[in-house]
């Protein structure tokens, strides 16, 4: 029982190493970079918010506290 367990894990894990031999899944080459690029840019978009505008994080935690008062009540 252990031993097949096993093989399964390791069969498991071969798959997870390389996108091109799952079964259905279609490899398109440059999409992780340009997740990448986009989450970058979206973080880097906003710290500079931040740096710049602070009322904008203040609003938004008032945001925040008021959307979770809400549903407490």
Not at 51 to 60: D, G, H, I, N
């Amino acid at each position: 029982m252990t031993h097949r367990a096993r093989h399964k894990e390791t069969e498991d894990f071969h798959f997870l190493g390389s996108s091109t031999d799952v079964p259905g899944r279609d490899a398109v080459p440059g999409r992780a970079e340009f997740l990448e690029f986009l989450g970058l840019t979206l973080a880097a978009g906003s710290f500079v918010l931040f740096v710049v505008r602070p009322e904008v994080s203040e609003a938004l935690v008032h945001a925040l506290a008021a959307r979770a008062s809400a549903f407490v009540h």
